[in-house]
């Protein structure tokens, strides 16, 4: 298994944060401390009001623009949604779907996060798929069983060609903005099985080539023992990602 087919990846999920001004300012300093570098992929996942203003911002840099969310229908009578057709005309390139607070807070489930990663992939935009278990799923032991049902439900369908598209990201739930981490024996056992559930659906070679983030409380302090991690290739960052110094931070512990 060769890390080294996997550049890292960084994304900033920046959540129900910044104004699209608020947007601008984080990003020209992100702009300028790493719009060049090449050794890390960084994706911002700006709200959707910001998307319009960050994406002229970020043309000629290495960072890459992602989305929150997205419907899975081309367009139509769904209030409030967003299409892939609308983000594809703002450079989006990657789409989170199915993050936790998602599944949690939304109640969305297996089969409709599913329906969005195909709708993504057919659209040529990267989905950023979360798994992760929750407390009361892991002091039950349910952690693999929960997280193999969620990889394998939500990439139902998706062929081993679209796979090196897909990204994949283990957040236990537990440890989401709560300054618990999973301690780092715990975050790569579930990157290996992870991994081993991809190499399933679609093969070794297939699976030694999708980035698998590591999503729970990732920081500066803790970042480069976690990303040292033979199965851990990179990050899907919250409260971090909100701060550029803290940001920036985290994509040199992944150059290293």
Not at 53 to 68: N, S
Not at 182 to 201: C, D, M, P, S, V
Not at 209 to 217: C, D, N, P, T
């Amino acid at each position: 298994m060769n890390k080294s087919l996997r550049k890292p990846l960084i994304a900033g999920n920046w959540k129900m944060n910044k104004t699209p001004s608020e947007a601008a300012a984080l990003v020209e300093e992100l702009k300028a401390a790493i719009g060049r570098q090449t050794d890390v992929a960084v994706a911002v996942c700006p709200p959707f009001t910001a998307l319009d203003r960050v994406g002229p911002l970020l043309e000629g840099t290495t960072i890459a623009l992602g989305a929150q969310n997205m419907y899975s229908e081309a367009s139509g009578a769904f209030t409030g949604e967003v299409s892939a057709a609308m983000l594809r005309e703002l450079f989006v390139g990657y789409v989170i779907l199915g993050h936790s607070e998602r599944r949690t807070i939304f109640l969305e489930l297996d089969g409709q996060i599913n329906k969005k990663v195909l709708f993504a992939l057919n659209s040529k935009l990267k989905p950023i798929l979360c798994v992760g278990e929750t407390l009361a799923e892991r002091e039950a032991g349910q952690t693999l069983t929960v997280v193999g049902r969620q990889v394998v439900e939500g990439l139902r369908g998706v062929s081993p060609t679209q796979a090196e598209s897909v990204v994949i990201a283990y957040e236990p739930v537990w440890a989401i903005g709560t300054g618990k981490v999973a301690t780092t024996a715990q975050a790569q056992e579930a990157h290996a099985f992870i991994r081993k559930e991809l190499a399933k659906l679609w093969g070794q070679n297939v699976a030694d080539k999708v980035r698998i983030l590591y999503g729970g409380s990732m920081k500066p302090a803790n970042a480069g023992e976690l990303l040292a991690q033979s199965d851990i290739d990179g990050g899907l960052i919250g409260g971090a990602s909100l701060e550029a110094a803290s940001f920036v931070s985290l994509v040199e512990a992944a150059r290293k």
